[in-house]
């Protein structure tokens, strides 16, 4: 299963942000820089952090902020701002209904995909930004 980067862009962009704060102005074109992808996809990134309240972005060169201390932003909230799916699975569409396999397989897999899913938001709830900023900075310090 594969899902989609924009979990992963969104995270490597707000540990940009929060990491060079004081040395850089993080705009798109400097953290598209980090990330290796099109501004623009930054700057898509940005709105739909935005709109969920986890930065804030000033027109032109100011900049994208963290909207609050990384300690408060979970993994779970980057993944609710920047996915647009509300189901996890999707699943195939019209299973045969006159397979004993095919009208029971809702039935069988719902509570289970359902579970997987609570299971890996409660999963991303317990890992902050600030977590991920503070193991960047501890293996940096490791490096030679």
Do not use: W
Request: aromatic share 6%; glycine share 4%.
């Amino acid at each position: 299963m594969q899902f989609s980067s924009r979990l992963t862009i969104a995270i490597h962009t707000m540990l940009c942000i929060e990491n060079f704060k004081n040395e850089y102005k993080t705009t798109s074109t400097f953290l598209a820089g980090s990330v290796n992808v099109n501004p623009v996809i930054i700057r898509n990134i940005l709105q739909k952090l935005k709109s969920a309240g986890l930065v804030t972005v000033e027109a032109g060169v100011g900049g994208a902020s963290l909207a609050k201390d990384p300690k408060d932003i979970t993994m779970l909230d980057v993944f609710e701002a920047v996915e647009t799916e509300e189901d996890l699975f999707h699943f195939h569409e019209n299973p045969n209904p006159e397979c004993p396999i095919g009208k029971n397989v809702h039935a069988l897999l719902d509570d289970k995909l359902a579970s997987v899913k609570l299971a890996m938001e409660n999963s991303m709830r317990s890992v902050t930004l600030q977590s991920l900023l503070d193991q960047m900075y501890a293996t940096e310090k490791d490096k030679p």
